[in-house]
């Protein structure tokens, strides 16, 4: 029987491994009917939890998981969430985190998913544009509509969370009740500052990318071809074997399949486990493109990690460290535009 979680302090319960939705459509699966089998084996498995986003096969993603729930049914049984601030079209205002846009934005997203109301909704990026007071303002509105349930943020830094938090106070907002940012056994950055403030603002963490972008499925291993995936090709500064960074992934990676085969457990199993162990980690989305990806990660949410296996993940790879700084899944203005920087 699942263990289902509180998410922050809502009260609203939810399963440990969340069904990300990323790969139905055209990232990844682009037939309907075997997304909807791997939609169904999922909430049949235990899982009442799917993410999405708008921006996900440009909304593709989000009318697959809309289809199969209807489909099946069990639209009242799951809690939906699904983002926005991603690039939608090609103009200025279909995008970010304007009330403009936000307004728009969850219209569409509501047809796209055939649903009236949405249980989380999320600022899937900071928006350097505008004022998280602006932001919550549109986002209080959502939720005294009725079209929005609870608000969240996705891969926010740890000082632009406890703004969020202040703003919402000072002004008698909504407030984000959990935020998503990427966390494995190789992205261990978020345990330094960002989930102590969830914890201290009774905040939600729905952790992505726990496999770390395929790294730990066990495809990634010394003496083996590397797998050449979209992603990669999108991202070669995540996978590329050239850069000394992903070299030291790759080392770490050999570790800890060593220490999964000596707990008698698979590298993804020993990674799942490993996330749900920390304390304020809610939910972990899993994002399987098959139903063989699927069933590979279910059940891992039973797996303890014994205080000794943890001690030596401690050891690979130390609490608070990323080993690459560009899986971090945000890049602050001020490091990746140099005028930021300097003084006119």
Known sequence: MTDYRVL?????KVSPLCLGAMMFGGWGEPDFD????????????GINFIDTADVYASGQSEEYVGRALAKSGKRDQVVL??????????????RGNSRRWIFQA???SLRRLGTDWIDLYQIHRPDPDTDVDETLGALTDLVRQGKVRYIGSSTFPAHQ???AQWAAERR??????CEQPPYSLLVRGIEAGLLPVTEKYGMGAIVWSPLAGGWLTGRFRKGRELPRTRRAQRLPQRYDMALESNQRKLDAVERFALLAEEAGLTLIQLALAFTLRHRAVTSAIIGPRTMEHLEGQLGADEVRLSDDVLDRIDEIVPPGVTVNPADAGWVPPELAEASLRRRP
């Open 8 to 12: 922050g302090r809502t009260g609203l």
């Open 34 to 45: 075997a997304s909807a089998r791997i939609i169904d084996r999922a909430l049949d498995s």
């Open 106 to 108: 969850v219209e569409n």
């Open 161 to 163: 969370v406890v703004e």
């Open 172 to 177: 008698s907002l909504e407030r984000f009740v």
């Open 81 to 94: 969430a699904t983002k926005c601030h991603g690039v939608m079209g090609e103009g200025p205002n279909e």
